[in-house]
């Protein structure tokens, strides 16, 4: 019994001793933080990503420390880090599971960092007592010894032993309480629980709900634009043009068949116009086809040569086939416009991301790289498309290239 409790008691000293140091890390990062989070806000938190994702990565350090001493698993589900605006940045810095980690660091770094040291420091009291009746006289010629009243002769030297005894008993009492009360407080401060996960579930579909309504109404708008300056204004054409053989029969003039001829190319231009216009809402190709039939002749148009690897494909929901498909072209056309690349390699598959099912699209380039989502760009546009059916999208595109972007699309509803 006492066997067990002893070997109980030592792992919990190393518990501590371990969260201690690492509270003292705790500590170091907070002072940056404090010092960054400033600077960040006038620069455009250039470092927000970056940062959140080591804030994630040392809190995951914590779980794994915190679950190994007490056996309780801790649940975390983090959002996708994909912020490139400065809002998104900002959104991502105050996210409730960030601000979740954070309060976890700055309790870790200071409170539990003080209990821990002066916790883990009463064995090593008790030894210091216990051998000072051994060491204090040459000592005391050096240095004045005090623990915890000054020892300047044999008569104190010899109390040493008892107040040794005191701080074993503090230490055998204090550490296991101790340990107790570092798991707990870490696993409620670092248990990502029910409320939250709902709580960041409500804004990503606020969020993605925005998202689908700006997309909604951008389209409606785009395509009053194409009926009024594509479609319509041909179709003007060809009312007028025919007004004019109308007046050149009723003349008897030479030149009713060319009018005719004109009007016929204007007719033929304005339909074609409207076939665009309806491939753009929703391609025909995708019900012929369907997705990878789509895809293929999307591959088949790149001016740079394009390889698609498709594996593993279900048919989806048509509003997620859509969305995939308009991925892809965007993300093609871009390649083809800017990219200056001499191959396009495009993958399309089925996999479970976080217990759902989901349609993962990868578009990789070797163009010159340095890719910029902008606010009215294509990428944007991507992203904003992906984002209304919840799905992610990342983008990596450094100097020199390679580029690619991956989208995330849900489709197990």
């Known amino acids: 019994m006492i066997k067990e409790r002893f070997s109980s008691w030592l792992l919990t000293l190393r518990y501590l001793s371990i969260e201690s140091f690492t509270a003292a890390l705790s500590l170091c990062f907070l002072l940056v933080g404090a010092m960054l989070v400033p600077l960040g806000l006038i620069t455009g938190l250039p470092f927000a990503t970056t940062a959140v994702a080591m804030l994630r990565e040392w809190a995951d350090l914590a779980r794994k420390r915190t679950t ?115 798991s707990r407080s870490q696993a409620r401060l670092l248990d990502i629980g029910r409320a939250t996960l709902l709580a960041e579930r409500v804004t990503a579909l606020t969020a993605s709900k925005a998202a689908a309504l700006e997309a909604h109404s951008s389209e409606l708008r785009r395509i009053e634009r194409d009926l009024h300056d594509g479609a319509q204004n041909k179709l003007v054409g060809v009312v007028m043009m025919l007004g004019m053989t109308m007046r050149s029969l009723e003349t008897g003039g030479s030149n009713t068949l060319e009018h005719l001829r004109r009007a016929q190319d204007a007719a033929t231009d304005a339909l074609s116009t409207l076939r665009t216009m309806v491939h753009d809402i929703y391609p025909p190709v995708l019900d012929e086809l369907g997705l990878d039939g789509a895809l293929s002749a999307v591959a088949v148009r790149s001016a740079c040569p394009c390889t698609l690897h498709i594996s593993q494909l279900q048919r989806s929901p048509a509003a997620i086939e859509a969305a995939a498909y308009f991925v892809v072209a965007e993300a093609v056309t871009n390649t083809n416009k800017y990219g200056s690349a001499t191959r396009l390699d495009v993958s399309l598959e089925r996999e479970i991301v976080d217990n759902v099912d989901c349609l993962v699209l990868t578009v990789e380039d070797d163009g010159v790289g340095g890719a910029v989502e902008r606010p009215a760009g294509g990428l944007a546009g991507i992203r904003r498309r992906v984002e209304t059916f919840e799905g992610t999208m990342t983008l990596t595109s450094p100097r020199g290239g390679p580029t690619t972007i991956k989208a995330v699309l849900p489709c197990g509803w």
Do not use: C
């Open 68 to 182: 190994e001493f007490s056996g309780r698993r801790l649940s975390t589900s983090y959002p996708d880090i994909t912020a490139q605006s400065y809002k998104g940045r900002f959104e991502l810095l105050w996210s409730r599971t960030t601000r979740k980690d954070a309060l976890w660091l700055l309790i870790h770094g200071v409170p539990l960092l003080a209990i821990g040291f002066f916790t883990i420091a009463l064995p090593f009291a008790a030894l210091n007592s216990l051998l000072i009746p051994l060491y204090w006289e040459p000592v005391s010629h050096f240095t004045e010894i005090a623990n915890p009243y000054p020892v300047t002769s044999w008569a104190a030297a010899a109390t040493m032993p008892l107040v040794a005894a005191v701080y074993a008993a503090l230490a055998w009492w204090l550490i296991p309480v101790t340990g107790r009360m570092f």
